[in-house]
């Protein structure tokens, strides 16, 4: 397998910043990191501390904001430029929001579907023409859980997700012509910076989330979610290790599927939601056509 360049949104921290490094470490040394974030400045250096000795030759730092069309352009012509090709796209950059939909401002709207969705809609147009030109390339959507199996009080964020979903199922099979295969992966609930600074599992953040709510709706939402103790006690708790596994797995296979569940219960989830957990059976419909 020749060396895979890897572009990778959102690395300052958590996900990104854990398939950056795990990348990089990579023993039998296949693949050539370009981590970006939206402030190098301020971010960078835990990433540097972090990566060690394979900074110097497989991990590069770039400055991309997912939401600046002008930045995302800069950075792909230079990784382009400097090595000829863009093997691999991660879009991982996104964000997360906590606001009650109906009192919560439209701004939270706005920017979960700016960062989460549109952000990897023109990631994807920015590369994809290289990966066209050369017939080949990996295109990998790291979506969630709940942009499957949605819960009441998170309507932005899921939102933002199932948009993700429905663009990358729609795009993947006439890629698959060029031999750029879509893949998306849908974390559970995992150990990020910013979600245990909230809780440290999924039935806390549930508690703290509803506390947002108010007045009746909480009730009727938590009685809901409670209703079914698999969306929350039923859940594991994973690292942003365990998904920097998982795009590795899908970068090295020759036939990744198109949807990838990180834990047991989301795969039970899909199951429920899905005939074909993987997708595969649905972008293959539309490839015999």
Known sequence: MAVQIVLITGCSKGIGQEIALYLARDIQRR?????????????????????????????????????????IDATVKGIVDHEGRIDVLVNNAGIFSTEW????????????????????????????????????????????????????????YSASKCALEGFSESIAPPLRKFNIWVSVIQPGFTLTPLVSAICKDPPELMEKVAKLIPGED???????????????????????????????????????????????????FASQRLIDPSGNDTIGTWLNQ
């Not at 960078?44 to 930045?71: C, H, N, W």
């Not at 990631?123 to 790291?142: D, F, L």
């Not at 859940?235 to 970068?251: F, S």
Request: net charge neutral; charged share 30%; glycine share 4%.
């Open 31 to 71: 693949f050539k990191v370009y981590a970006t974030m939206r402030n190098v400045d301020t971010n960078q250096d835990e990433l540097r501390s972090k990566a060690g000795d394979s900074y110097k030759d497989t991990l590069f730092i770039r400055e991309l904001d997912v939401t600046k069309q002008e930045t």
């Open 101 to 156: 939909w109906e009192t919560g401002p439209m701004e939270s709207f706005y920017d979960n579907m700016e960062v989460n969705y549109f952000g990897c809609v023109r990631m994807t147009k920015a590369v994809v023409q290289h990966m066209k030109e050369r017939r080949s390339g990996r295109i990998i959507q790291v979506s969630s859980l709940l942009g499957l199996k949605v819960l009441p009080m998170l309507a932005q």
């Open 218 to 268: 909480r009730e009727i939402v938590m009685r809901m979610v409670t209703s079914d103790p698999s969306v929350v006690n039923g859940t594991e708790t994973q690292l942003p290790a365990d998904i920097a596994k998982l795009v590795r797995e899908v970068i090295v296979s020759p036939n990744p599927d198109f949807r990838y569940q990180s834990t047991e219960t989301g795969k039970r």
